[in-house]
């Protein structure tokens, strides 16, 4: 599918979500065995671990639909980035999306700063580029960081070599950056 219409789908079926039509589509036993003959997700979504923030249910698609990757505060390391690249290489996905959210955790413990303990320091590490980026604090600055760490993470993906680079610049694959709120329900375009 044109990643175009893929964003068209994601958002209609975000509408639906919102709006309490939710069609839960994609998740019966008949679709279960036809997914035995392979997958073709239409989607890759790289977001967050935040058990509220689950793309299956906020876009209403179901099994086999999207390849999903998740990490507290959707930070991009190597691993994530062979996923995609496999996604976009063998599934032929079209579509690539960083999606933050609304009251990140990882975000916050960013801002907050000190050594948190154990490995979350290298969340906190992976998502500080976003806040030295920006120079004055504001209101709502959980926000504000939180979609700045999503631009990041998308301006990284376009210029990763050899594959996403090359695919994104002949237009083949679209590279998005999206932004969750978890009162409204609402995904917004960010990038
Ligand atoms: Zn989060």
Redesign the pocket.
């Known amino acids: 599918m044109e990643h175009k219409n893929v964003i068209k789908k994601l958002l209609e079926g975000n509408q639906r979500y919102i709006t309490g039509g939710a069609l839960h589509p994609n998740q019966s036993f008949e679709h279960r065995i036809e997914l035995t003959k392979g997958q073709k997700p239409i989607a890759a979504i790289l977001t ?3 058990s509220r ?1 689950s793309p299956e249910i906020i876009f209403d698609q179901g099994l086999g639909d999207l390849f999903v990757l998740r990490v ?3 930070v991009i390391n190597d691993m994530f980035i062979g996923s995609l690249e496999y996604a976009v290489e063998h599934l032929n996905v079209s579509l690539l999306m960083v999606l933050g ?1 609304s009251q ?4 916050d413990a960013t801002i907050k700063g000190g050594n948190p303990p154990g490995h979350i320091n290298s969340l906190v590490q992976a998502i500080k580029p976003a806040l030295d980026r920006l120079k004055k604090q504001s209101p709502d600055w959980v926000n504000i960081v939180a979609k700045e760490n999503v631009k990041i993470g998308v301006e990284r993906l376009r210029t990763i070599d050899p594959i996403l680079t090359a695919r994104y610049d002949e237009g083949d694959i679209d590279i998005v950056g999206a932004f969750y709120d978890i009162k409204s329900g609402k995904v917004s375009l960010t990038v």
Request: with cysteine.
């Open positions: 967050c671990a935040d923030v507290a505060g959707n959210h990140c955790g990882a975000v």
